[in-house]
C-alpha cells in the first residue's frame, strides 16, 4: 500500500469556547475526578468521528499539554477550524459554517470534548445520535437522509431522533447545497445527554395550610420526568398509577436515587416517616417517566419523548423536571420546542429546574422555554442558593428564571436501590426546588381544575413571596402556599421590559400589558404600585384598577431604558386590595453596557475587498473568543465592549507559483484600542512568503503555522495545520505589543520529496495509488479529460498519460479509466487554484496498481508538450523518505518586518539515528509533535514508516522546545509514545523504536496513573513499553480476540485484592488513610504468531502509602525497571555469543515518598522460563550490567529481574520471549 504521507484534505485551524453536562447539587473539586468504579481505565487517546465524517484525534499528555490530528474525510474539503477554551477542544470543518452560521447546525457536534464525554467516542458508539427538524410540508413528511435510522418520532417539534452511522454518508445526503439541506430537513441537533440536576422545607413554604383546607393534590396528574422510582419505597408505595421507561435496556426502578427523592417530593405519602416527611401533593396522581438512566443521563429525544407522554398519553396536569443542560439555553433548542409545543397543545403546565452552574445567564435547557416555569433555588432563610442558575435568558436577555423554592438540605425519600441506610436522605439543587413548586401547582390545580398550565404559572409567580434579590436570580419570588390557594386575584406573573443597547438614543420605551384576574363573586378595588428598580424605570398607566366579579382588567407598564442604571434593573408591580398585597408581577429590563463600533476590512494580496472568517478576542477580560464572518464585501462591523482586543484570520490568497498557486495567509492585528468607533484593514498586500530552506531538496510533509496572544488574564492561541491543497504559506508583518506576550512560529515536517518528475517543479504523489518507486522512465500519452472514450485508439499501455480533471468525471472514476487502459502512472491537471487533494482509490480504500499524481498547469503544460513531441519523462519516487527535518521558526513579540525565511544551522539542530525494530516486515506509523509552553497543543497527524527501517531525522532545539513522539507498528497496532523530550543543538544521538526488550514501564507519556488523591488511588500500567528512554508502550487489551493483545491489572492492599479489570488499569476507592502495603501486577500477553516477542509478561509494583492531600493528585513511588539489550533491527542476538545486557531502576517522574533503589537481580531462560538461571551483575546504586551466554540452540531468551528500596518498595518483572536469538 503506498500512500507516503497520509493526504489530509484541508486545513485543521486551533484557536484559543461550550459545554453540556450535569444537574447535581452545587460543589467544587480541585484534584481531577477519578473514574467511576464501574469504569474501564480511561484513555489518554480518544477518537471522534464528526457528523462531517472528519476524524479528530485528541492525545491527553498530562498538565494541559495534548495533541489533535484532524484526519479528514475522503471527498472533504476546506479547512477545518479548532477552538480550544476551558480545556475543551471544538473542531468546526469550513464545510459546516455555513449551517452554524444560519442556525441550523448544532455546535455541540463540533465540541470534541464533550463528544467524548457523552461516551460518543470511536470504539464506544458505532453512531452519532442526532434530532433533526423538518421544515414546511416536510414535517409531514419527515424522511430520514441515508446513513441514518430513525430511532423515534418527535410530533411535539416535527421531528425525528436518528442514529447517523459514523463516517460520511449521512452528511452527504442531508447536505444539499451551501447552508441549505435536503429532504426538507430544517436544522440537525446533536441528541445530547442531559442530566439530573422535607417536613422543614414545607414549613417554608406554607403547605400545611394548604393541606388543613383540604387541598391535597387530589384528582390531579402529575408526571415526574426523571431516574424512575423505588415502587417498594412505603412512601411512594400505591402512589403512582403510571409509569413508563423512555431508557433502553432499563426498567423504571431508580437505581440513580434522584428520581425516588423528587418524586416523593411532590407527592410522597410520608409513610416511612408517620406521615411527617411527606410531599407536598400527597394525594397527587403520579405518572413517572424514567428519561435518564441509572447513571442519571438521557438523551434529548428520550426526554422529549418522556414530555410527549406525560402531556398527551398520561394527560398530565403538571409536569415537573429536575433536569437540563449544564449549557445555557436561548429557548430555541429543542427540548424548549417542545416545552412550549405541548404546553399550548394541551394546557399541561411544566415545571422545570433552572440549573446548578450558579451564575449569570447561564439558565439550561429545557428551563430556558417561554413556556416553562422555571425554578430556581433558595436556603431555608430565603437567601439564594450558591449553586441556582441565574438569568437573563441567554441570546435575548429574557427575565429568567420565573419563581424560586427551597433546594437546600432537601430531606425526602432515598431509594433503597442505592447504596445508603434509612428511608430518607438530604439532597440539595434546583432538583429538589422544582418538584416543591410541581406540588404546590398540583394543589392550585385541585382548587382550580379549570385553569390551564399559563393561568397556574401566572398565580404562582403572582402569589409568591417577594425577596430581596434580583428577578434575575430568584424570578418572582419564593413560592408561597397560602397566598397562591385560596387566593381571588391573580395577576400577569412577568412583564419583560426590554433590552436597551448602548448608545441608547434610538432605543424606544417598551410598554407590555398587565393583567389581573378576579375570581371572587365581588368586584375588587386594587391600588397599583411599582417597588423596587431605579426610579422612573417603569412607569404605570394606571394607579388604581376595578377588577369586575369573575373578570379582568388590564393596565400597562412602560419601561425606560435611559432611567436604568447599567446591568440588570427589576422590580414589582404591587397590587393592594384594603391596604393588603394580593398579586404582584415582577418585571425586569437590561440596559447593555458601553459598546463601540469596530469596522474590519479584509483585502487579499491584490489589495481587493475578500471574504474572511475572524477570530476575535477581547484581551482587557478573560472572556471566550468568537468567530465572526466577513462577507465577500470585504467588510464587516462588530460591536464590541472598549479595550484592547486580538483579531486575526487565516485567508486563502494567490499563491507565490503562478495564477493557478493557492496560498494562505495569516493577518493579524494583536492590539486594537477599541474606546471610541475604529476602522482597521487587514491587508494582504503586506503578506511574505514564509519558507524553510535547510540546504537540500525537500517536500512540505506537514505545515503548522501558530499564533499565541496572552494579555489582561486573556489568552489565545491559534494554529493552522496546512493542507496539501496549498503550495506556499504567508504572514504579513505585526507591531510590537505593548501590552502582553505575542508570539508567532512556524512548525515544518520536510522530507525527501516522494516523486521528482524531471522539467516539472512539482508532481504531488495522489492517494490510492502506487508511487514507481526509484528512478524511470516513461513515454507520455495526452488522454485529454481522461474518459473511457479519450483513450480510445491511444496506445497507453504501460505509459504515462496526462489527463485534465473537469466536473464530468470524479478522481476515482479518472483513475479508473486509466487503470482498466492498463496506465503505469496517471498524471491529473487542473486550473483550479491549489494543489489537487483527493482519493483516487477504490470505495474499499485499497491502492490501485498504478501510480497517481497531481501537477499545476504549467506542469500539466510540460507534460503535454512531451507528449505532443512523442518524447518520454524521467522520474523518481521515493516511497518512504531516508530522512527528515522536524524544525520550527519562532518569533516574539509579533511577525517580524523583515525576511520570513528560515535557514536553520548546524548550531540549530540535533540529529538523531532513529532505528524502527521489528521481527518481520510491516507498515506502521510515526510523527513527532512540537510542544511548547506557550503552544501546549502539538498538531500533526502519524506518516507511514516501513518497518524494520532507518532514518536521520534532524530536530530543531532552542530553549522551551520538546518534542512528543508517537510510534505505532503491527498487523494490528502496538503505540509507543515519549515523555516531552529535549534536545541538545549540535548533537548527535541514535533513537530506537520498538527495540526489545518490550515490558511494562510506567512512562511520562502516560497522561495519568500511579497516583493518590486523598482516599482515592489509581494505577495505569501499560505492557509493552520498548528499550527507549521514556517510552511507554500501549496496546488495546479490549479487543484481544481480534488483535491477540490481552491485559490483566490487579491491585491489593496488605495482601487482599481489590480490583482486577481486563485493563491497564486499576483503582482503590476509599481508601484507609493509615499506611498500608499496596501491590499493583499486571500480566500481559501477545499472539506469539502475530508478534512472536514478549508473549508473556508478568509486573508487580510493591509500596506503602497513606492518605494525601485531597486538593490534588499525588504520584506515587512504583519503581520502573528496564532493560538494555543491543538487538539487531529484527529483535534479535546472535546464538553461541556473549551478550552485554544492562538493568536500570528508576521512580516513576515526580514521585513522593521517595527512597533510595539497590538490590537488582536478574535471570535468564532460554526454555520460555521453563527453567531459570541466575546472572550475575555488577553495578552500583539502580544500573546493573551482566552478560549472557547465548546457546547457539536457543530460539529466544526470557528474562525475570528484581529491585527494591529502602521504603518497602520492590517491583519484579517476567518477560517471556523477550529477545529473539538467530
Known amino acids: 500500500m503506498t500512500r507516503g504521507p497520509a493526504v489530509r484534505r484541508g486545513a485543521a485551524l486551533l484557536s484559543a469556547g461550550i459545554a453540556f453536562a450535569l444537574l447535581p447539587g452545587g460543589g467544587a473539586q480541585a484534584a481531577p475526578a477519578p473514574a467511576p468504579k464501574s469504569a474501564k481505565a480511561p484513555a489518554a487517546a480518544h477518537t471522534v468521528t464528526l457528523v462531517t465524517g472528519d476524524k479528530v484525534t485528541v492525545t491527553e499528555l498530562g498538565g494541559g499539554k495534548r495533541t489533535v490530528t484532524v484526519d479528514r474525510a475522503r471527498g472533504a474539503t476546506g479547512a477545518v477550524r479548532t477552538q480550544v477554551s476551558h ?24 465540541d470534541v470534548s464533550e463528544l467524548i464525554r457523552q461516551g460518543l467516542a470511536d470504539g464506544t458508539a458505532d453512531a452519532t445520535p442526532l434530532i433533526v427538524t423538518y421544515g414546511g410540508k416536510a414535517r409531514g413528511a419527515r424522511a430520514v437522509p441515508k446513513g441514518a435510522a430513525r430511532t423515534r418520532t418527535l410530533d411535539s417539534i416535527g421531528g425525528a431522533a436518528v442514529d447517523a452511522r459514523k463516517g460520511r454518508t449521512f452528511w452527504e445526503a442531508a447536505t444539499a447545497g451551501r447552508g441549505s439541506y435536503a429532504d426538507g430537513v430544517a436544522k440537525v441537533w446533536l441528541d445530547g445527554r442531559v442530566k439530573a440536576d422535607m417536613a422543614a422545607s414545607n414549613e417554608q413554604i406554607g403547605t400545611p395550610k394548604a393541606w388543613e383546607s383540604g387541598l391535597t393534590g387530589k384528582g390531579v396528574k402529575v408526571a415526574v420526568l426523571d431516574t424512575g422510582y423505588d415502587a417498594s419505597h412505603p412512601d411512594l408505595a400505591s402512589r403512582v398509577s403510571a409509569s413508563k421507561s423512555f431508557i433502553e435496556g432499563e426498567e423504571v426502578a431508580d437505581r440513580n436515587g434522584h428520581g425516588t427523592h423528587v418524586t416523593s417530593i411532590v407527592g410522597g405519602s410520608g409513610a ?15 405518572a413517572v417517566g424514567k428519561v435518564l438512566s441509572n447513571e442519571g443521563s ?22 415537573s423536571m429536575s433536569l437540563g443542560s449544564q449549557e445555557a439555553g436561548d429557548g430555541t433548542d429543542p427540548m424548549a420546542a417542545a416545552v412550549n409545543s405541548l404546553s399550548q397543545e394541551t394546557g399541561a403546565l411544566f415545571v422545570i429546574a433552572a440549573g446548578n452552574v450558579g451564575a449569570p445567564t447561564s439558565i439550561g435547557s429545557p428551563g430556558a422555554a417561554d413556556a416553562a416555569l422555571t425554578v430556581g433555588a433558595v436556603d431555608a432563610a430565603d437567601q439564594a442558593a450558591y449553586f441556582t442558575s441565574q438569568g437573563p435568558r441567554l441570546g435575548d436577555n429574557a427575565l429568567k428564571p420565573d419563581v424560586s423554592a427551597p433546594g437546600v438540605d432537601i430531606l425526602a425519600a432515598r431509594s433503597s436501590l442505592v447504596p445508603g441506610d434509612g428511608a430518607y436522605t438530604e439532597m440539595s439543587g434546583t432538583s429538589m426546588a422544582t418538584p416543591h413548586v410541581a406540588g404546590v ?19 404562582l409567580m403572582s402569589t409568591s413571596k417577594e425577596l430581596d434579590a434580583s428577578a434575575y436570580a430568584l424570578g418572582a419570588g419564593r413560592v408561597s402556599v397560602p397566598d397562591a390557594v385560596g387566593t381571588q386575584v391573580t395577576a400577569t406573573g412577568s412583564a419583560d421590559l426590554g433590552y436597551y443597547k448602548w448608545p441608547y438614543e434610538e432605543n424606544k420605551p417598551v410598554t407590555k400589558t398587565v393583567t389581573y384576574t378576579n375570581s371572587s363573586d365581588a368586584a375588587v378595588q386594587l391600588s397599583l404600585a411599582v417597588q423596587g428598580g431605579a426610579e422612573g424605570v417603569a412607569t404605570l398607566a394606571d394607579t388604581s384598577l376595578t377588577v369586575p366579579a369573575h373578570g379582568t382588567a388590564a393596565t400597562t407598564v412602560t419601561g425606560d431604558g435611559a432611567e436604568a442604571p447599567v446591568g440588570n434593573t427589576s422590580g414589582q408591580i404591587v397590587a393592594t386590595a384594603d391596604g393588603k398585597t394580593v398579586a404582584h408581577t415582577v418585571f425586569g ?150 501590552d502582553g506576550s505575542f508570539e508567532y512560529r512556524t512548525v515544518w515536517r520536510l522530507g525527501k520529496p516522494l516523486l521528482q518528475v524531471d522539467g516539472v517543479r512539482e508532481a504531488t504523489v495522489g492517494a490510492g495509488g502506487t508511487l514507481i518507486e526509484g528512478r524511470s522512465r516513461l513515454r507520455v500519452v495526452d488522454a485529454g479529460n481522461g474518459a473511457p472514450a479519450d483513450y480510445s485508439g491511444k496506445d497507453v499501455r504501460g505509459k504515462a498519460v496526462l489527463v485534465r480533471r473537469g466536473d464530468a468525471l470524479a478522481p476515482a472514476e479518472l483513475a479508473q479509466a486509466a487503470q482498466d487502459a492498463g496506465v503505469a502512472a496517471l498524471f491529473v491537471t487542473d486550473d483550479e487554484a491549489g494543489r489537487l487533494s483527493a482519493w483516487f482509490g477504490p470505495e474499499d480504500g485499497t491502492d490501485r496498481p498504478l501510480q497517481i499524481a497531481t501537477v499545476d498547469a504549467a506542469g500539466g503544460a510540460a507534460l503535454a508538450a512531451l507528449a505532443k513531441a512523442g518524447r518520454t519523462l524521467s522520474m523518481t519516487g521515493t516511497r518512504y523518505t ?88 503491527g498487523p494490528t497496532d502496538l503505540e509507543q509514545r515519549s515523555g516531552l523530550v529535549t534536545y541538545k543543538g549540535g548533537t548527535h544521538k541514535e533513537l530506537d523504536w520498538f527495540k526489545p526488550v518490550w515490558h511494562p514501564w510506567l512512562g511520562s507519556g502516560l497522561g495519568w496513573g500511579q497516583q493518590r488523591s486523598g482516599s482515592t488511588l489509581q494505577f495505569n500500567t501499560p505492557g509493552w513499553g520498548d528499550s527507549g528512554p521514556d517510552h511507554t508502550g500501549f496496546g488495546d487489551a479490549y479487543n484481544s480476540e481480534t488483535n491477540g493483545i490481552d491485559q490483566y491489572t490487579s491491585v491489593s492492599v496488605d495482601g487482599v485484592q481489590v480490583d482486577h479489570a481486563k485493563s491497564s488499569g486499576a483503582y482503590v476507592w476509599d481508601a484507609d488513610p493509615a499506611e498500608h502495603t499496596y501491590t499493583v501486577a499486571t500480566d500481559t500477553t501477545l499472539d506469539p504468531a502475530r508478534w512472536e516477542l514478549s508473549t508473556k509478561g508478568h509486573a508487580e509494583w510493591t509500596f506503602k502509602s497513606a492518605a494525601t492531600p485531597e486538593d490534588r493528585w499525588t504520584y506515587l513511588p512504583l519503581i520502573n525497571l528496564g532493560f538494555d539489550v543491543d538487538t539487531d533491527l529484527a529483535g534479535d542476538v546472535r546464538g553461541g555469543s556473549r551478550v552485554p545486557i544492562g538493568l536500570y531502576a ?52 526470557s528474562l525475570r529481574a528484581t529491585a527494591k528500596d529502602d521504603k518497602g518498595g520492590s517491583v519484579t518483572q517476567e518477560i517471556i520471549r523477550a529477545v529473539g536469538v538467530k
Open 882 to 969: 531516508p530522512w527528515v527535518y522536524d524544525v520550527t521558526d519562532e518569533h516574539k513579540g509579533g511577525v517580524p518586518r523583515g525576511d520570513l525565511a528560515y535557514e536553520p544551522g548546524r548550531r540549530d539542530l540535533a540529529v538523531l539515528d532513529t532505528k524502527f525494530h521489528a521481527v518481520k516486515p510491516q507498515d506502521g506509523g510515526e510523527f513527532r509533535y512540537s510542544i511548547t509552553d506557550t503552544f501546549p497543543v502539538g498538531l500533526g497527524f502519524l506518516e507511514q514508516v516501513a518497518y524494520p527501517a532507518e532514518r536521520t531525522d534532524y530536530v530543531s532545539t532552542g530553549a522551551g522546545q520538546t518534542w512528543h513522539e508517537s510510534v505505532q507498528t
Open 272 to 286: 416511612a416517616s408517620d406521615g411527617k416527611e411527606k410531599g407536598v401533593a400527597p394525594d397527587a396522581d403520579l
Open 298 to 319: 438521557g438523551s434529548e429525544s428520550q426526554i422529549i419523548a418522556g414530555m410527549e407522554w406525560a402531556a398527551k398519553d398520561v394527560k398530565a396536569k403538571v409536569v
Open 87 to 110: 480545556g475543551d477542544v471544538h473542531v468546526v470543518p469550513d464545510e459546516a459554517r455555513p449551517y452554524l452560521a444560519a442556525g441550523t447546525l448544532d455546535a455541540r457536534l463540533f
Open 1146 to 1197: 528508576q521512580y516513576v517522574k515526580d514521585a513522593s515518598g521517595t527512597g533510595t533503589i539497590g538490590g537488582g537481580t536478574l535471570e535468564v531462560s532460554y526454555d520460555d522460563g521453563a527453567t531459570w538461571k541466575p546472572v550475575h551483575l555488577d553495578g552500583h546504586g539502580a544500573s546493573w550490567k551482566g552478560g549472557l551466554s547465548v546457546p547457539r540452540s536457543a530460539a529466544y531468551l
Open 441 to 459: 401547582a398540583a394543589l392550585l390545580a385541585q382548587e382550580h381544575p379549570d385553569w390551564t398550565g399559563a393561568q397556574l404559572k401566572d398565580a
Open 589 to 738: 429590563l437590561v440596559k447593555e453596557e458601553e459598546r463601540y463600533t469596530l469596522t474590519v476590512h479584509v483585502k487579499d494580496r491584490s489589495g481587493a475587498p475578500t471574504a474572511a472568517y475572524l477570530g476575535v478576542q477581547q484581551l482587557t477580560a478573560d472572556t471566550d473568543p468568537f468567530p465572526a464572518t466577513v462577507g465577500d464585501s470585504g467588510t464587516l462591523q462588530l460591536r464590541l465592549k472598549p479595550g484592547s482586543y486580538y483579531l486575526e484570520s487565516f485567508l486563502d490568497v494567490r499563491g507565490s507559483h503562478g495564477k493557478d498557486s493557492l496560498g494562505l495567509g495569516y493577518l493579524a492585528d494583536p492590539e486594537v484600542e477599541l474606546d471610541r468607533d475604529r476602522d482597521i484593514t487587514l491587508d494582504g498586500r503586506r503578506l511574505k512568503e514564509i519558507t524553510a530552506d535547510v540546504g537540500r531538496t525537500t517536500e512540505t510533509r506537514q505545515l503548522v503555522m501558530e499564533a499565541d496572544r496572552k494579555a489582561g488574564g486573556a489568552a489565545y492561541q491559534s494554529a493552522v495545520q496546512v493542507p496539501l491543497t496549498y503550495d506556499s504559506v504567508f504572514a504579513a508583518p505585526t507591531p510590537e505589543v505593548t
